[in-house]
């Protein structure tokens, strides 16, 4: 007897029921936003940054979004089952649905995502489909995903970017994915549509007037203002220019002034599945950061707590290993605490022979600040400040974002700010940092430390195929225990990261996904 978990067609909206019985959602209207920086593309099938996804979301869809509790609902799945064996996954696909371009939605569109474009475009869809013995569409409506073993966390792959569905046709006779002009066509089945984008300015999105869920979306037009400096971007908000702003979109330092104002909201809701950690990417095929004594003094010499406090404005929680709060199987009573204490991180420097010289360096790293903003500056400054004052002396390499991304997937520092996200499942967001066969020139979302331990590994596997929840919890205990000994990274703290929106706006966020959301419930009381 298989294990069902069919989902009604309804269960989406039963999430914004409580809103609509209180006030009907209104039609029309124009919602102003911020993307930032200006994204290189917005097809999600092969742009996988940030600000590409907040756009393309909208635009593209997968098979499923989750809750806020990270429980699958439908999108162009409208139900599915597991078999008992947790190997085969069968969903049914909605009926009706159209690209913009006015062709039909079917399985050989899911079958050619997942069997060829994606897994040439996308390195974690890639890594997760390795998992899949055979997928096969029996009817135009129908696909049935085989598994190799069980891997409890697949449902999620449908929720990553690496699970955006993209449009078979477009693709006819294309044999290199990666570089086709025909990623520069933009269709997909989503509630928006692309309009116009204008280079620097803004991204204008329309309403798909054809969209599968009818009475939706309920806005005419979304527009992405562009807007280089973050001073720009507070006055742009608090202008009334736009009416919501991102986490990163202004400085941490900031917010509170801009959610103060009249009319104004402020939540943390919307990350449950990304779950962002920054923490201090150590190199640890340069020596002396392969020596866990040094990375032990650097985790002393470095107060996260002011971190959080100083630098991102309280927007964060403390975090002690790979695992923050809230997250899956987190066991916080295995965790090795690092507190800050300069003069134990001299006297673990001491200990393995990095005496001072006469001006007090025992020896020189290369430190490359995530360029992301003032605030990721500021962490990198103070980095700076508190490894000089134990003897490690710290040179600041900036960069932008394309360099800072060709250095750290390359292996081309010492030390590097950066963050990553989660994504629901430690099989997904953990074993993508830590397993020693995922390292350089695989994305930053990739073990660029070159962490090796084999134990690790061997429970990273065994974790990600165990169908029994007690038994992955004790795998992950025992993972989480020897991570937070070893200290491959630096985690300096779990990421809060608010948005700020006019009251105006109704239903911004209402799922796991939050802004990366497709917008199609949202709407303006006028």
């Given at each position: ?47 996988k940054l940030g600000?590409s996804?907040f ?18 609902i ?16 069968t969903?049914?696909l909605?009926?009706?649905?159209k690209?913009?371009d ?17 897994p040439v ?43 955006t ?27 928006f549509?692309m309009?116009e ?15 599968w ?25 608090e ?26 909201s ?5 990350w ?6 920054g ?12 020596d ?55 006297a673990?420097?001491d200990e393995?022979g990095?005496?001072?010289g ?5 020896v ?18 103070y ?10 002396k ?13 250095r750290a ?9 950066n ?5 629901g ?15 350089l020139?695989?994305?930053?979302a ?60 109704k ?17 303006l009381d006028?």
């Open positions: 007897m298989k294990i069902v978990q069919k989902i009604a067609l309804t269960l989406g909206a039963a999430l914004l029921a409580g809103a609509a019985f209180a006030q009907a959602p209104r039609a029309g209207g124009s919602l102003n936003l911020i993307v930032n920086p200006e994204p290189p593309g917005i097809n999600l099938g092969l742009a600000p996804s756009v393309g979301s909208k635009i593209y869809e997968g098979l499923i979004s989750l809750t806020p509790k990270l429980e699958p439908p999108r162009l799945a409208q139900s599915w089952t597991i078999s008992p064996d947790g190997k085969v996954y969903f049914k909605r009926p009706g649905v690209w913009h006015g062709k039909p939605f079917t399985s050989a569109d899911v079958l050619f995502s997942f069997k060829d474009y994606l475009t996308f390195a974690r869809t890639k890594l997760i489909m390795e998992q899949v013995a055979s997928i096969v569409a029996p009817d135009d409506l129908t696909v049935v995903f085989t598994l190799k073993q069980p891997y409890p966390a697949f449902m999620y792959i449908f929720e990553v970017v690496g699970g569905i993209m449009p078979k046709h477009l693709y006819e006779g294309v044999t290199d994915y990666r570089t086709t002009q025909v990623n520069n066509t933009i269709v997909g089945t989503g509630p549509k309009g984008w204008r280079r620097g300015s803004f991204i204008k999105l329309v309403k798909n007037t054809d969209y869920e009818k009475g939706k979306p309920h806005l005419d037009n979304l527009f992405f203002h562009i807007v280089p400096d973050a001073v720009g971007r507070s006055i742009a908000f202008s009334g220019k736009v009416d919501a702003i991102r986490a990163g979109d202004v400085e941490n330092f900031e917010i509170a002034r801009l959610a103060a104002a009249p009319g104004v402020l939540t943390k809701a919307g449950e599945f990304l779950q962002p950690v923490f201090l990417n150590m190199n640890l095929r340069n020596k002396p950061l392969g866990l004594r040094f990375r032990q003094a650097i985790a002393h010499a470095i107060d996260r707590n002011f971190i959080i406090k100083n630098i991102f404005s309280t927007f964060g929680e403390p975090v002690h290993g790979a695992f923050p709060p809230g997250y899956a199987f987190r066991d916080a009573s295995v965790e090795t605490k690092y507190p800050y204490d300069p003069a134990r991180a001299k673990l420097l393995m990095l005496k001072p006469a001006d007090g360096t025992r020189s790293l290369r430190l490359l600040p995530l360029p992301y903003g003032e605030t990721w500056q500021r962490l990198a400054e980095t700076r400040e508190r490894l000089n004052a134990v003897g490690i710290t040179t600041i390499v900036a960069t932008d974002v394309p360099g800072w991304f060709s997937s390359s292996g081309d520092f010492d030390l590097a700010y963050f990553v996200y989660l994504l499942d430690p099989a997904i967001g953990v074993s993508q940092t830590y397993l020693s066969t995922n390292q020139n695989r994305g930053t990739a073990n660029i430390d070159g962490y090796v331990n084999k134990e690790v590994d061997a429970l990273l596997i065994k974790a990600e195929q165990e169908t029994n929840k007690a038994e992955r919890a004790k795998l992950y205990s025992q993972l989480q225990k020897t991570l937070s000994r070893e200290l491959p990274i630096l985690w300096t703290h779990q990421m809060i990261m608010p948005t700020v929106y006019r009251t105006k706006v239903n911004l966020i209402t799922t796991g996904q939050g802004m990366n959301e497709n917008f199609a419930d949202v709407w006028k």
